[in-house]
C-alpha cells in the first residue's frame, strides 16, 4: 500500500511538471483591461492544473503590432493574443501567422458566436471567407455635444444633418477662439477612420468603402461627406489643430469620441462630464430620419496563433472566457467599453449598466449599427492615400472634393491592385 | 608553459569579453542586416533571395525622395539654428563669471527631457488655438499655422529640435573655447585687432575640432529624427515631415516589411555617412594650439 502511494506521488509529479500544458496569453497593456483579466486567469489555472495560461501584457514596445512581430520573428510569440486590430489580423493571416478559427474549430466556434450573440457582429469580420479574430469589444465612435453651450446658444438638440451644422456654426464660431465641431481628426494614418470612414459610413447606412478589393468611395456619399469637409474649412468654421481636450475646454461644441474617453472626462473634466449629449455622426440633409445612423467601429479582438502547440486546450480556455455573459458585465463594469455582442441592451444580465448609466447605454445601443473598418493587408498605405490625396487637399482648400475623391480613389486602387 | 604563451593566453582572455559582445550585438544583426536586405521577408517562415530588388525599388520609390528632401530640408533649417545658438550660448557663458554650471545644467535640462513630453507640450504652444496664435491673433489679427502648413511643419520641428540641442552643443564650444590659450588674445589686442577680427582670426579657427564635432552629431541627428514627427504630425501633412526613420519604422512594423526596411536603412546610413565625409573635407582643419 505505502508502496502504491509512493508511485502515485511520483507519478503526479512527473505528471506535474512534464504533463502540464503552456499556452502563453497576451492582452493589451492597459491597467483597466489587466484588472479584467487578471481574476479570469487566475481562475482557469486553479480549476485547470494541467493546461496553465501564462499571463502577460503586450511587452512594451512603439506598438502592439511591433511588439508581436518581433517576437513572432524571435520565436518567442504568444499562442493567444488580444488587441489585435482588423488590419494587423489581415496582416497576420496573410502571413499564414494565425488560424482560422472557424476552420480550426468548426461548430465549436459557431456555439460561441451564439452564446455570445455576435451572429452580426461578426459577419463584418470575414476574410476569404473565414473568421481569425474573435471581436471582444467594439467602440461605437459617436459625436459629444456640450449640452451647455448648445443651449446657450439656443439649440436644444445636437445638430443631426450637415446644414443644422452649418446653422450652428455660423451663430457659434469665435475665430481662433470658438469652432462649432472637430471634423479633422489629425495627421496619422489611423486618424481616418475617425473622420471620413466614420462620416462615410454614417452618410451610406454602412456601406463599404472598399469593395471586392477596389475603392469605391467615390460615389454619392464619398462626395457629400468630402463637401462637408470642405464647407466647414472655407468658413472657418473648424479648425485643424484644435489643441488638447478641445471638447472640454469648449473650443469645439461637439467631436467624435469613443467609450475610452468617458473615465478621462469623468476623471479630469467633472462640470463638462455632467452636460455631454451623445448623438450620431450628422448625416446629409437627404437622410431618412426615420432611419438608424451607422458609425465605426473601434474594435479590436484576439487571435491564435498558428505556432501554438495546443490549439485544443487553447479554444477552451477562450470558450470558457467568452461563453459566459457574467464575463461581459465585468467587462464593462471595469472598461466601460461595450462588448462586442449584439444583445447588451436587450439581455437582463446588462440592464443594470444601461439603466445607471446613460452614456453607456447610448454608446451600446449603436453597437449593433457599429461596422469595423475594411479589412485589408495595406490600411496604412490606403490611409495615407486617403489623408494625402483626399482630406489635405480638401482640408487645406487645394483642390475640389470631387477632384480629390477622383484621384483618392485611383491611388487607393494603385496600393490595392499593388498587392 | 612559456611566458610568451601565457601571455598570449592572457591577451585572448581579455579580448574574448569585447569579441563575444561584439560577435553578439554587432556581428550577428550585420549578418541579418545583409540576409534581410536581399531577401523578402515578413517575420514569419524563411526569407526568400530577391536579389537587388529591395534597392532598385527603393530608388523608384517616390516616397523615399519625398523623404530624402523633407531631410534635407530639415538639415538646411536646423543646422544654423542650432550652431548658431548653441555659439551664442557658448560664448556668452564663457564670458559669466557667476552661476555658469548652473546656467550649463538648466540648458542641459532640454537635453534630457523625454521627446514624447515635450513634443506633447509643443503641439500645445504651437497649435492653432495655442498661446502663440492666440496672441499672435489678438495683437495683430493673424495666425501662423505652424504643424498644420505643409512649409512650416518641419520648421517648427526644427525649432523644437534645436531648443533641445542648443544646451548640449554649446558646451561642446564651450569646451573648445576654454583650450583657447588667453595670450593669444592679448597678444592680438596689442597689435590693435578688433573684437571681430578676434573672433574670426583666432576663436573660431581655433575652436575648429568643436564645430567639426558639433556639425557631425547635428547631421547624424537629422537622420535619425523620429519622435517629434511620429508624435505630432505622423509625417504630415503632405507626408513633408515624414523622416526616414519614421519610414523605416512603419515599413517594417505597419506594412509588415522588414527587407525593404532594412534596405531603406542601409541607404539612409550611405547618405548620412557621405555626407559627413563632404563636410569634414571641406570644414575640418588641423589644428594645434602650441
Known sequence: ?419 | MSLRRKEKALGWGIVSIYLFYTAIFWGYPFIWMFILAFTKWNFFGKPRFTGFNNFIKLFQDPVFWEVFLNTLRFMLYFLPMVFFGAMLFALALNKMKYFKSFVALSFLVANISSGVAYSIIFQNIFSDIGPINRFLYDHFGVTIPWFSSPSLAMLTIAIMVTWKFVGYYGLILYSGLQAIPKSLYEAAELDGATRWVKFWKITLPLINPAVVTVLILSINLSFGIFTEPYMITGGGPMNKTLTFMMYMYNTAFRRINPSYATALAIVTALINFGIILLVRRTVEKEVSIV
Open chain 1, 1 to 419: 500500500m505505502r508502496k502504491l502511494l509512493v508511485w502515485l506521488v511520483v507519478l503526479a509529479l512527473i505528471v506535474s511538471v512534464f504533463g502540464v500544458k503552456k499556452i502563453v496569453f497576451w492582452t493589451a497593456p492597459n491597467p483597466l483591461q489587466e484588472e479584467f483579466w487578471k481574476p479570469l486567469v487566475k481562475q482557469w489555472n486553479e480549476q485547470h492544473p494541467d493546461v496553465q495560461i501564462e499571463w502577460s501584457v503586450i511587452p512594451a514596445a512603439g506598438s502592439s503590432e511591433e511588439a508581436i512581430l518581433t517576437a513572432i520573428a524571435a520565436g518567442r510569440g504568444p499562442d493567444i493574443s488580444t488587441n489585435i486590430f482588423s488590419g494587423f489580423a489581415a496582416q497576420l493571416a496573410e502571413m499564414g501567422a494565425i488560424v482560422p478559427l472557424d476552420k480550426e474549430f468548426g461548430d465549436d466556434f459557431w456555439e460561441v458566436i451564439k452564446a455570445r450573440s455576435m451572429e452580426n457582429v461578426i459577419k463584418g469580420w470575414g476574410l476569404d471567407g473565414h473568421y481569425y479574430v474573435l471581436p471582444i469589444y467594439s467602440n461605437p465612435m459617436l459625436f459629444w455635444w456640450r449640452k451647455d453651450l448648445l443651449e446657450e446658444a439656443g439649440f436644444f438638440t445636437p445638430p443631426r444633418t450637415y446644414s443644422q451644422v452649418y446653422k450652428l456654426a455660423e451663430k457659434v464660431t469665435i475665430p481662433k477662439k470658438r469652432y462649432a465641431i472637430k471634423v479633422f481628426a489629425g495627421k496619422n494614418w489611423w486618424d481616418r477612420w475617425f473622420d471620413f470612414i466614420t462620416l462615410y459610413y454614417a452618410a451610406s447606412e454602412g456601406a463599404p468603402y472598399i469593395k471586392n478589393n477596389k475603392a469605391v468611395f467615390n460615389n454619392e456619399y464619398g462626395k457629400k461627406v468630402a463637401n462637408f469637409f470642405y464647407t466647414l474649412f472655407k468658413n472657418g468654421w473648424t479648425a485643424i489643430d484644435l489643441g488638447k481636450d478641445p471638447f472640454e475646454k469648449g473650443t469645439i461644441l461637439g467631436g467624435l469620441m469613443g467609450p475610452w474617453h468617458f473615465n478621462y472626462t469623468k476623471e479630469h473634466y467633472p462640470e463638462v462630464y455632467k452636460s455631454i449629449e451623445i448623438a450620431p455622426p450628422p448625416v446629409p440633409d437627404d437622410y431618412p430620419s426615420y432611419k438608424p445612423v451607422y458609425t465605426f467601429a473601434d474594435t479590436k479582438g484576439l487571435v491564435l496563433f498558428s505556432t501554438c502547440k495546443y490549439k485544443k486546450e487553447a479554444w477552451e480556455f477562450i470558450k470558457w472566457v467568452f461563453s459566459n455573459p457574467e464575463n461581459d458585465a465585468r467587462w464593462i463594469e471595469i472598461t466601460k467599453m461595450p462588448p462586442a455582442r449584439g444583445d447588451i441592451t436587450t439581455n437582463p444580465i446588462f440592464k443594470k449598466y444601461v439603466e445607471n448609466d446613460p452614456y453607456f447605454a447610448a454608446t451600446a445601443s449603436y453597437v449593433a449599427y457599429a461596422v469595423p473598418p475594411a479589412l485589408i493587408t495595406t490600411t496604412i498605405d490606403v490611409q495615407n492615400a486617403m489623408t494625402n490625396y483626399l482630406i489635405e487637399p480638401v482640408v487645406y482648400q487645394k483642390s475640389t472634393p470631387e477632384e480629390a475623391l477622383g484621384k483618392a480613389v485611383k491611388e487607393v486602387n494603385k496600393i490595392l491592385l499593388s498587392q
